[in-house]
């Protein structure tokens, strides 16, 4: 990465839903239960404009992403990001699987524009974020 240049690259962002949520958009809806989610994204310009903007509360709805992270009742624990080419938001939602076997797909979840044919590009991990998950994916990241 060039010094002052603003790095693509692609994002995890981890959710705790304290509460179930159930949430619309455009003909479809989720019944989320309570727990620990991880979303993928990537940024094609300005990674970390687009990764301070998902962990602002107040916005206009743009993305699935902005459903949860604008209700109270939503944390956001955790977030890993890499401006590696290789990587794309689908291989991290593959990579997350691979080191977090219980990781379940939301349908339809972020993926509108998905390329590769995820089920969703949110992952439920749990109730809890599992202990060793963040130092398997840095380890990779
Ligand atoms: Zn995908």
Redesign the pocket.
């Known amino acids: 990465m060039k010094r002052g240049r603003i790095p693509c690259g692609v994002y995890l962002i981890f959710l705790e839903l304290r509460l179930a949520e159930h949430i619309r958009s455009t003909g479809r809806e989720w019944r989320l239960p309570p727990g620990v989610y991880a979303y993928?994204g990537s940024a094609r310009t300005a990674l970390f404009p687009r990764i301070l903007r998902h962990l602002k509360f107040v916005k206009k709805i743009h993305w699935h992403l902005d459903l949860l992270t604008t209700r109270p009742t939503v944390g956001v624990p955790l977030v890993l990001c890499t401006s590696r080419p290789e990587l794309?938001?689908?291989r991290l939602?593959r990579l997350v699987r691979e080191h977090c076997p219980a990781a379940v797909p939301v349908a339809g979840f972020g993926?509108s524009d998905?390329?590769?044919?995820?089920p969703?590009?949110l992952l439920r991990l749990g109730s809890e974020l599992p202990a060793t998950l963040p130092e398997r994916l840095l380890a990779v990241l």
């Open positions: 993928a794309t938001e689908c939602i993926n998905c390329p590769t044919g995820c969703g590009h």
